[in-house]
């Protein structure tokens, strides 16, 4: 296998997170890239789904960009704001 070397503009959070998990793995970056871009090459194109976002997604993710939409605190409060308080019902 020949080598070249190549520069990339990266995101630098991006970057930092996904060689934490190469590490994890016992990749280096290099390894991890060429697993990538052969991927790419054995599917001819993206190997994982890319979607365009439906029209209701669209609104969602502008809503949250203006500062609005809900949070929560916990994994509880979340979960009850979805599915309602069950606790009075027997």
């Known amino acids: 296998m020949t080598t070249e070397p190549t520069n990339l503009r990266l995101d630098s959070r991006a970057k930092t997170e996904a060689y934490a998990v190469f590490e994890r793995l016992g990749l280096k970056p290099a390894q991890a890239i060429n697993m990538f871009l052969n991927q790419v090459s054995l599917h001819q194109g993206l190997p994982f789904e890319v979607k365009i976002p439906n029209k209701e997604t669209r609104e969602a993710i502008e809503e949250l960009a203006r500062g609005g ?4 605190t916990s994994s509880e409060e979340f979960l009850k704001d979805l599915f309602g308080d069950d606790e009075d019902e027997d």
């Open 69 to 72: 939409g809900k949070t929560f």
